[in-house]
């Protein structure tokens, strides 16, 4: 999806995540990214392309291991990143309110 709209990204990672935790597809199924493509408008068949080349592989992997070396060690997990400090906003579940006090309490430490 990164490749095929990088200026949807934020949407199409909001659609991945309601097709994953809504409707209860799997991420590893290429026919969750079909899907996807085809509600969101894109060629189905270069994001299937994309999903099995070896770039997106790299990326992921790069992205689990700056996940990791910011402290993500379960999912989900919410980070506010300024610098180099890094504060949890959320491990696991947490309400909007939850997120929006420690969102406070982090700026008005600053």
């Not at 070896?54 to 070396?69: E, I, S």
């Amino acid at each position: 999806m990164r490749q095929a709209a990088p200026d949807r990204i934020l949407d199409l990672a909001a659609v991945l995540q309601h097709a994953f935790y809504g409707d209860g597809l799997s991420l590893s199924d290429p026919a969750t990214y079909r899907a996807v493509a085809d509600s969101a408008g894109l060629d189905s068949e270069a994001v299937l392309d994309a999903f099995t080349a070896p770039g997106p592989t790299v990326a992921a992997k790069d992205d689990f291991t700056r996940a990791a070396g910011l402290g993500v060690d379960s999912f989900p997990t919410l980070l506010a990143v300024e610098g180099d400090r890094t504060t949890p906003l959320a491990v696991g579940h947490a309400t909007a309110d939850q997120i929006d006090q420690r969102l406070h309490t982090l700026w008005a430490a600053s």
